[in-house]
């Protein structure tokens, strides 16, 4: 399947759009490869675009003023990863986005996305859709797991949502997105094990 039909199928599960609709997505899309840690977009870039995971994982990263990384989130195939503030805002990114595999996106152009999202009814029911199901729900959900819960409730609660994610992710970036660092969690993983509640 290609990229902008899993595209299609994607925007479709929060609200299908017409034939007339849909062409004027395809006309402002590109598709993108990425190699396995090559940028997406990086921190302080000017952005253009916003994208659809085709195939493959990335993160959304933080770089502190000490220069240490802090994993925001992880997205897979079927999701939209942007940094989308900066679009918004139209300023250098405070974020980056980098292929943790080989990657395939398509990049869809914010600005023509906008115009046709204000004159679209259509654009707007899927935006509302979506917004509420990862910007109000599953962002509130991510949120609270990191302040309210200890770093191995976290680890678990991590895999209770992302559980095909484990093996993918590697163990430091996983340890940054957790908060914790990579002997944290390597220690955390084996009392796991050998208690029985991880395998």
């Known amino acids: 399947m290609n990229a902008l039909t899993t595209l299609k199928q994607a925007v ?11 062409s004027a997505i395809e006309a402002i899309t590109t598709i993108k490869s990425l190699a396995k840690d090559e940028w997406l977009y990086q921190e302080g870039e000017y952005l253009t675009t916003f994208a659809f995971l085709h195939q493959g ?6 770089t502190n003023a000490a220069g240490q990384e802090y994993n925001k989130r992880f997205f897979v195939a079927g999701e939209f990863p942007g940094v989308m503030h900066a679009l918004h805002r139209a300023e ?5 986005i980098q292929a943790l595999e080989p990657s395939e996106v398509v990049l869809i152009n914010f600005k023509q996305f906008r115009a ?4 679209n009814p259509e654009l707007m029911r ?15 959900k991510r949120e609270l797991y ?5 770093a191995t409730e976290r680890y678990l609660a991590f895999l209770k949502e992302q ?5 993918r992710v590697p163990q430091y970036h996983l340890a940054s997105h957790l908060g914790i660092t990579p002997t944290q969690l390597s220690r955390i993983r084996k009392s796991l094990k050998s208690s029985g509640s991880f395998t």
Request: proline share 4%; net charge negative.
């Open 12 to 22: 479709a599960s929060y609200y299908a759009l017409s034939q007339e609709t849909w």
């Open 57 to 62: 994982l990335v993160r959304l990263v933080n």
């Open 92 to 96: 250098p990114a405070n974020q980056g």
């Open 116 to 119: 046709l999202l204000m004159d």
């Open 126 to 140: 899927f935006q509302i859709l979506y917004l509420e199901k990862n910007w109000l729900l599953e962002k509130d």
């Open 146 to 150: 990191m302040v309210q819960l200890d």
């Open 163 to 167: 559980p095909e994610l484990a093996e």
